[in-house]
């Protein structure tokens, strides 16, 4: 099994992770072969990784990007909730 990425403004390497069949179908229309995942399953895939974050539904209208250093304090259980500063390493795709 291979990680799809896809990359930045900046071409820097981000895991894209989406929430239905829809989106994958939009971000890759010529279809491939998928497995789903927890979400849960994507942030330490991230971490274990080069990416500079991860995309949700990249290439839709939703499309989030989430920076790996929000990723890293998730993981580490230090975002209980989110602030201003926070929210600026969230950001439309």
Known sequence: MQLAFTSDEMGRPVLPGFSD???VRQWLPQGTDIAGAPAS???????????????????????VFV?????????????????EADAQLIQRW
Not at 67 to 83: K, Y
Request: glycine fraction near 6%; hydrophobic fraction near 45%; proline fraction near 7%.
């Open 21 to 23: 069949e829809d989106h």
């Open 41 to 63: 399953a994507f942030l330490p895939a991230v971490l274990s990784g080069p990416f500079a974050g991860l995309v949700i539904n990249a290439r839709s209208e939703t499309s």
């Open 67 to 83: 920076d790996r250093a929000v990723i890293e304090r998730l993981v580490d259980g230090q975002l209980p909730s989110f602030t």
